[in-house]
């Protein structure tokens, strides 16, 4: 969607991204300066990837890049639209199950992967305490893992999320001006390659990563996931604390933030 300036975009993203886990949404200059959302959804398969898998990250991309075109309508009624692009390299058509052979291009794996259920994530990480959320949520195998060192892990609803945040003081401590900032900064990090979603709440600034497993993830595919998420994470919140204490240095807008990276 194209928007003039002073749209209030950084806000509006930041509480798309805060409260959906598809698509990443962030806003970048054209050539007529004109602001423009974009959105992104990425699926890694370092460890290869099943058909099931694939359509179920298909599905969900495509029902949260619906949604995000309607959360835009509502707000700016009459921004214009981009048309959606089309794929860029080789594609598969027809029955892409004909693709899963040994040695395939693409990565398919065949046969079906076990559910993702917490005592099967991060059982080799040192000092993890896991939570079962209360009452049918827990029973269905939602909760989340907390680790002595690094980001932590939830799981909800068939979406593994990944992620550590920097608490920046309390809610309506930070005056408009820095929080403006803040959700800007947020933008930049969304903009960059890869799937970290940066949001800001009022007090805590938080980074993520979210990824579909409803279609379960094999040992191989879950170990890489969460090793390359926490990785992908703790980097990226590293660096934003970086950023917020030289901008502190200069100035009194933000509080000495700390990390639970």
Not at 110 to 115: C, E, F, L
Request: net charge negative; hydrophobic share 40%.
């Amino acid at each position: 969607a194209g928007l003039g300036a002073g749209s209030g975009v950084d806000t509006a993203l930041n509480s798309w991204n805060a409260g959906h886990t598809v698509p990443r949404a962030y806003a970048r200059l054209d050539d007529s300066d004109q602001i423009r959302v974009c959105a992104d959804s990425v699926m890694t398969c370092g460890a290869g990837v099943t058909v099931q898998q694939l359509d179920e990250w298909m599905r969900r991309a495509l029902a949260g890049l619906s949604a995000l075109r309607e959360y835009l309508g509502q707000r700016w009624p009459g921004a214009e639209t981009d048309a959606v692009a089309a794929p860029v390299g080789q594609v598969a058509d027809g029955d892409i199950t004909a693709l899963v052979v040994d040695g395939n291009p693409y990565g398919l794996l065949g046969g079906k992967t076990p559910a993702v259920l917490l005592p099967r994530i991060g059982v080799e990480v040192v000092g993890r305490t896991e939570v079962k959320e209360s009452g049918v949520s827990g029973r269905r195998g939602n909760g989340y893992l907390r680790f002595a060192d690094g980001p932590d892990v939830a799981l909800h609803d068939g979406t593994l999320s990944v992620s550590s945040g920097i608490a920046l003081g309390t809610p309506g401590s930070l005056d408009p001006d820095t929080v403006d900032w803040l959700h800007a900064l947020c933008g930049r990090v969304n903009a960059l390659p890869g799937s970290v979603v940066a949001v800001f709440d009022g007090a805590n600034l938080t980074c993520a990563v979210h990824r579909p497993v409803g279609s379960g993830l094999s040992d191989a595919q879950l170990t890489d996931a969460v090793t390359r998420d926490r990785v992908a994470v703790r980097e990226t919140v590293l660096m934003l604390l970086s950023e917020i204490r030289e901008d502190s240095a200069g100035t009194d807008g933000v509080e000495d933030g700390s990390a639970d990276a």
